[in-house]
Each structure stands twice: as structure tokens, then as C-alpha cells.
């Protein structure tokens, strides 16, 4: 079975239901809920997503979104030698290089973002999930 780790923004697709993105996000999710791949995310991907929903919809909504992301994805936790991690990768996003080191440190397969572009420095293979979809033929 695939671990990959998802990027904010293809979580935030599905729980915000942002056209044209969902359907290819949804179908991903529907892979991870039928246990075909298993997917993690960045703990602190939670408080962004808390905030962008709340911002977005209501607090109420924005606490059943970080439930069900807890129900749904494994979580990487952020430590100090994560960030010191991510630091020393070459990319001029943080967070990403974040997200890269989570996933380096956890021995992920591949990353799944909408924008590859922050994933340059990544070592492992990085997919859009309709990439990923149609090469792992999900």
C-alpha cells in the first residue's frame, strides 16, 4: 500500500468543495477511506485548515473539518528536527519544506499537491492527484 502526504490544498478542495479541484481530490479521498493508499498530513496542516474554514464558513463547520481530517489522515508531527529538516532543503517555500521533510522523515511514498511548483526540492515523486490517480490507477 502507497503512505503519501497530502498538501493542505488538496484537503481544502474537498472540504470546500472548490471547482474545478474536488472532483480529482475526492476521488483521492474516496481511495484513502476505501483504504487503498494511506495518506498523511502535516499536524499543523489542522490549524490551517481550521482557520481557512472558519474564515470561510463557521466554527462549527471548521471543527467537524479537523475531526473528520483526524478520523481520515495519519498525522506527521512537526518537531524540531523537522523543521531543521526542512531548513536546510533548497525550496523558497516553507511550509513546503516542510511538508518534504514530513514526509522524508516518515518514509513516505510521494507527496500530492495541486502545486508542484513548492515541491522542486522534494527527493521523492510529487503528483497532482489526478497524476497520481492515473498512474497508480485509482
Not at 52 to 73: G, M, N, P, Y
Amino acid at each position: 500500500m502507497m503512505h503519501v502526504l497530502l498538501d493542505t490544498n488538496v484537503i481544502l478542495d474537498v472540504l470546500l468543495n472548490r471547482a474545478p479541484w474536488v472532483e480529482g481530490a475526492s476521488t483521492l479521498w474516496r481511495a484513502i477511506d476505501e483504504e487503498k493508499i494511506t495518506a498523511y498530513v502535516m499536524s499543523c496542516t489542522l490549524s490551517n485548515i481550521a482557520y481557512i474554514a472558519r474564515r470561510l464558513t463557521d466554527s462549527e463547520r471548521a471543527s467537524a473539518a479537523v475531526k473528520l481530517c483526524l478520523d481520515t489522515f495519519e498525522i506527521c508531527t512537526v518537531d524540531q528536527r523537522t523543521l531543521i529538516e526542512a531548513v536546510m532543503l533548497s525550496g523558497r517555500d516553507f511550509e513546503d519544506d516542510m511538508q518534504i521533510a514530513c514526509a522524508m522523515l516518515y518514509n513516505l511514498d510521494a507527496i500530492i499537491t495541486r502545486d508542484a511548483t513548492g515541491f522542486q526540492a522534494a527527493s521523492l515523486p510529487v503528483f497532482t492527484p489526478d497524476e497520481f490517480l492515473e498512474t497508480h490507477r485509482l
